[in-house]
């Protein structure tokens, strides 16, 4: 199982570099593609994204209430991010603001949650260099 994993990694990545290799060649024509091949490995993530922690629930249901912790953590993090985002109107390129209010307040979530997302991550690679530094 961990030699097919390993080889189907190496086959994505190989044709993830053939299609920006495609670019330069085939020009915008290849763009279709490349968009295609996206979103086919964003639902590969999501699809491995939800599966994987299944599996583990199912193989170690003990350790079910950390995944869940982590999982509460989550949606509380993005229940907060959702109630401090605004649903203003934003002018777009072209002069003619953006009014829907739900795609207004989902992609301020969107961006809030990423704001905190790549501070706790910085946070965490902080602290966990001073404890191994500690070692």
Known sequence: MKKALSILKYVLL???VCSVLL????????VGFM?????ILLGLTVAVTIILPIINLVKNP??????????AIVVIVLAICYMVSSATPVPNSGGDPF?????????????????VALAAA???SIFGEIKNSFK
Request: hydrophobic share 45%; glycine share 8%; no cysteine.
């Open 99 to 115: 009014t829907d209010p739900l795609q207004l307040k989902l992609s301020d979530t969107g961006l809030y949650a990423t704001y």
């Open 35 to 39: 968009l295609t091949w996206m979103y």
């Open 23 to 30: 670019l330069p060649i085939m020009g915008e024509s290849s």
């Open 62 to 71: 003990k350790g079910a209430l950390s995944t869940f912790v982590g999982l």
């Open 14 to 16: 190989a044709i993830s």
């Open 122 to 124: 910085i946070i965490i």
